[in-house]
Nanobody, 121 residues
């Protein structure tokens, strides 16, 4: 099994910055994609940013130019640098890891427990 532990959330004023971390451990296998998702209050979970194993980046339009996703492969740690935060960025942020036991097996999705980010106006 894969364990994902997020950290770095908290309360910040609008315009401020936070850096989220996600440490992966356990039987990870072959990573295909790692990413960040968020769930604002009363809304569905939505994609924030993803990073594939070959370095392809994808950002939601609402974070482009403000958030940066990165990964320390040696440490199996994923980061999300969030700048110019807005009150509408308030949400629980979840780390996702998609992996395979072998290069030919199906994808397995693993999720962290989530970390709360609150942006005050």
């Amino acid at each position: 099994q894969v364990q994902l532990v997020e950290s770095g959330g908290g309360l910040v004023q609008a315009g401020g910055s936070l850096r989220l971390s996600c440490a992966a451990s356990g039987s990870i296998g072959f990573i295909t994609v790692m990413g960040w998702y968020r769930q604002p209050p009363g809304k569905q979970r939505e994609l924030v940013a993803t990073l594939t194993s070959v370095g392809i980046l994808n950002y939601a339009d609402f974070v482009k130019g403000r958030f940066t996703i990165s990964r320390d492969s040696a440490q199996n740690t994923l980061y999300l640098q969030m700048n110019s935060l807005k009150p509408e960025d308030t949400a629980v942020y979840y780390c996702n890891l998609r992996s395979r036991r072998t290069p030919w097996s199906g994808d397995i999705d693993s999720w962290g427990q989530g970390t709360q980010v609150t942006v005050s106006s």
